[in-house]
């Protein structure tokens, strides 16, 4: 038994002997020398209720100390640490040079746990971007504000939560995360999100895709995403484009991935009400294919037929020369075209996964909290981020599910027939080349 508890009820014994001497809490007979109602004691004595109620409500104010003490000691216990405010001393205190002293995965554990990041990456990024980040007078080191701003991509805080955690004004939380975001999606894009042009890549790249389709010459795969965002601003013009097919407003993320799930072209310029069509001829990588900016050596002749490195997307792309899409988006083809789908759906598969990992590894953009003018820019700078980890093979966290897709083919307008036409030949002589290589099996 508790020796707090035996200890009150000694106490209890000592007072009801010092009230009435002649009774006992453990005797249930009275004894023959308190048998007048006027003696002193018998006030105490005569009646067993009040020394009862005290008894009971002594007891009950016990149990209730003990309660609230094991509660609050619970609750300190399952209290995060991460609840204490992150000043710079404390953040130097795991970053100094002694963390490399800790065990290589014990550290880099605890830095992707906080900054979705091992520490040789974190150190990465913050030596690639300290110079800029020095530029800009800011009163912070530059590794306090990197890991600021990674904990807030990876976890998905808002400004107030940040700033609760790092003891800083939301103002200012906002500000160094719009100015990271920045300096990750324009200094450290061009050399992290490269298009696949240098021979050796490009090689490697389609090389990589043909084992995995047995489609000759893919060197990417392309598809978009809806960027939730948490909420539009009173003052947006046109709110009703931001709302996608899926039932929340959204900006609209495109990009290009290769067979390591590496991000080599990214664009968001899209509210999220538009197409997938459209959105690709708005961008930049489609006026560079268009006007043959993007130039990739590597012909291969199937069957009398000059094939060039190509993309592959779902029905929701327009057929091109450089970017092929399924004959059908329902499986109704005929047994050609439906083994060409699926091989050319599999190619597809890579992108549709590294974007999964995308918005596994930065939850930010699972409901995305900052303004509509700096959501480009953060949701590019988490690409890039995530090519980083990609490129640094990372641990590869549980795929975030993308909702299904929905829709129809877009027309083919007149500027795009050409190509259209290329695109489809080329799509049929691949189709054929593959069931007769499966044929003679």
């Not at 880099?108 to 990041?117: A, F, H, I, N, V």
């Not at 690639?128 to 904990?151: E, R, T």
């Not at 805080?157 to 100015?179: C, Q």
């Not at 490129?391 to 307008?413: C, D, L, Q, S, T």
Request: charged content about 15%.
């Amino acid at each position: 038994m508790d020796q707090s508890f035996l200890l009150m009820l000694s106490n209890l014994l000592h007072l009801h002997n010092h009230l009435d001497p002649t009774t006992s809490l453990l005797s249930a007979t009275p004894s023959p020398t308190s048998t007048s109602p006027s003696s002193p004691s018998s006030l105490f004595s005569s009646s067993a209720a009040p020394l009862l109620f005290f008894t009971i409500a002594t007891v009950l104010s016990y149990i209730t100390t003990i309660t609230t003490s094991s509660s609050s000691t619970t609750s300190s216990a399952s209290s995060p640490s991460t609840t204490t405010p992150i000043s710079v001393s404390a953040f130097r205190a795991l970053s100094t040079d002694h963390i490399w002293s800790i065990e290589p995965h014990l550290r880099d554990s605890q830095w992707r746990s906080s900054y979705g990041l091992s520490y040789p990456v974190f150190t990465t990024v913050v030596d690639k971007l300290k110079p800029y980040i020095s530029q800009s007078n800011l009163s912070l080191p530059s590794d306090y504000a990197v890991a600021m701003v990674l904990s807030r991509l990876c976890h998905g805080y808002s400004a107030k939560t940040t700033a609760k955690r790092y003891s800083l004004e939301p103002y200012l939380v906002s500000k160094i995360t719009n100015m990271v975001t920045r300096l990750l999606a324009t200094k450290l894009y061009p050399e992290f999100i490269k298009i696949p042009v240098s021979r050796r890549r490009l090689y490697d790249t389609t090389q990589a895709f043909e084992e995995l389709t047995k489609l000759p010459n893919m060197c990417g795969a392309i598809d978009g995403s809806a960027i939730r965002i948490n909420k539009l601003s009173g003052d947006v013009q046109n709110p009703s484009a931001y709302w996608s097919r899926y039932g929340y407003n959204s900006v609209l993320l495109q990009v290009v991935a290769d067979h390591k799930k590496i991000f080599w072209d990214v664009c968001v310029k899209a509210a999220g009400g538009t197409d997938d069509a459209t959105h690709l001829r708005d961008s930049l990588l489609y006026n560079r294919l268009i006007s043959g900016d993007v130039v990739w050596d590597k012909v291969m002749n199937v069957k009398g037929h000059h094939v060039r490195p190509y993309i592959v997307g779902d029905w929701h792309y327009p057929m091109l020369s450089f970017l092929l899409t399924p004959f059908t988006w329902n499986g109704t083809g005929s047994p050609v075209q439906n083994t060409f789908d699926a091989a050319l759906m599999k190619g597809r598969s890579v992108v549709v996964e590294a974007i999964g990992l995308l918005k596994a590894r930065w939850r930010i953009l699972q409901d995305l909290n900052v303004g509509l003018n700096h959501a480009p820019q953060t949701v590019v700078a988490c690409c890039v981020l995530h090519n980083l980890c990609q490129i640094a093979k990372e641990p590869v966290p549980e795929i975030w599910k993308e909702p299904e897709e929905m829709g129809h083919p877009p027309r083919v307008p007149e500027s795009e027939k050409s190509y259209y036409y290329f695109g489809e030949c080329t799509r049929q002589v691949l189709a054929d080349d593959l069931h007769q290589k499966l044929q003679s099996r």
